[in-house]
């Protein structure tokens, strides 16, 4: 593993080719050298479920997976062990080897402009129509729509019944008419959100993963596995490479050496700040190896993000985010310093992460509804 990480993956990671086409060599070199389906049973594309392999890959990739795997954050990460636990064996076999060796790239088709953090009020519609679903309505937020082929759409199947009870929870393939992926661009000026509007959209009949209606179960199921992936995500990376791209906190070797690049690793206050963010690396990859709330995971992931990106706007720039676009290196900071605060929106605000530590891990009183 050690072996794999330090000579693939840190070609790939300082490769200049494309983003897309690194992503998909290291997937599909992850799948070659049998670490991309840890897991997942053999029948289904991957390589075993032994845990002690999951442990030691699980440690031993810790900051050094290449920045291109969170391309596939939202396939790997979310849509194939949802597909594994509640998918058909058809969909199975359809979906995780390609999944998993990063031949089809995955989005999810989730939040609307009327549904973000209540999304049981989805309005998006899906009517069966002999052997096809027809799809019609409108996603935002969507990370990466415009490089899937695929996605998990949650959408209204039954009009009529209670708004938890009649969503379903079915594949869309991405490139067909019926699909147009708009980019939102954000503050950062990078677009990694799309909205997408789907006219008549057609899916599979039998693209159902668990139940028809039964949508809310496997839709929570599929959250819990985005608070594992956002909170657990590889954190201080090992090489050099600065990506402008995820949502990953700064990691502290980089800070540590812009403060010492700045003069500034005499300070006290700097070098308190600096031990804060080693302290939170270090906990957050120590709360990846125990089996607690995935929440947890979020808000510290959400936490350290934050004040890594304040302790680099302190150390990088002379008046808040004002830099020189022809520095690359400040144009970095600047890309996380304006990035942090989506952490602490994707896959569910901090507030609802603490709703449910209380309500579902430490049995307190529900919120009032």
Not at 62 to 76: L, M
Not at 196 to 207: C, G
Not at 327 to 352: A, F
Request: proline content about 5%.
């Amino acid at each position: 593993m050690r072996e794999f990480l330090d000579t693939v993956g840190v070609e790939i990671d300082e490769s200049d080719e494309p983003t897309m086409i690194r992503a998909k060599r290291w997937r599909a070199a992850l799948y070659d050298a049998g670490f991309a389906g840890l897991g997942y049973e053999a029948r289904h594309g991957g390589h075993g479920t032994d845990p002690d392999k999951m442990r030691i890959w699980a440690e031993e990739s810790r900051g050094s997976v290449p920045g291109v795997e969170a391309t596939f954050g939202i396939g790997v990460g979310m849509a194939m062990p949802t597909i594994r636990d509640y998918g058909t064996d058809e969909l199975k076999d359809r979906f995780l080897k390609p999944g998993l060796s990063g031949e089809e790239v995955w989005c999810q088709l989730y939040s609307e402009p009327e549904a973000g953090s209540d999304l049981a009020s989805l309005r998006t519609t899906a009517i069966l129509d002999g052997d096809e679903w027809i799809v019609n309505g409108q996603k935002v937020w969507t990370s990466g729509a415009q490089h899937s082929q695929m996605a998990i759409l949650l959408a209204r199947t039954d009009p009529e019944a209670p708004k938890h009870k009649g969503i379903t929870m079915l594949i869309l393939p991405m490139e067909q008419p019926g699909v147009e992926v708009r980019p939102l661009v954000q503050m950062t000026g990078v677009a990694e959100f799309n909205e997408v509007f789907m006219t008549d959209a057609r899916i599979p009949k039998s693209w159902v993963v668990g139940e028809v209606n039964g949508g809310w179960r496997t839709a929570v199921a599929l959250l819990g596995h985005e608070r594992v992936q956002t909170g657990t995500a590889s954190v201080g990376d090992a090489t050099e490479v600065k990506t402008k791209t995820g949502r990953k906190p700064l990691p502290f070797h980089h800070l540590k050496d812009l403060a010492e690049r700045k003069g500034r690793l005499d300070d006290a206050l700097v070098r308190q700040d600096l031990a804060v963010v080693y302290t939170g690396e270090k906990l957050m990859g120590w709360l990846g190896q125990r089996k607690l709330s995935p929440s947890i995971g979020k808000l510290w992931r959400t936490r350290q993000g934050r004040f890594a990106a304040d302790l680099a706007g302190k150390l990088a720039f002379g008046s808040g985010a004002a830099y020189d676009p022809a520095d690359e290196d400040l144009e970095y900071w600047n890309y996380h310093i304006l990035n942090c605060r989506g952490m602490s929106l994707g896959g569910g605000t901090d507030e609802i992460q603490r709703n449910t530590l209380g309500e579902r891990v430490l049995g307190l009183p529900r919120e009032p509804r």
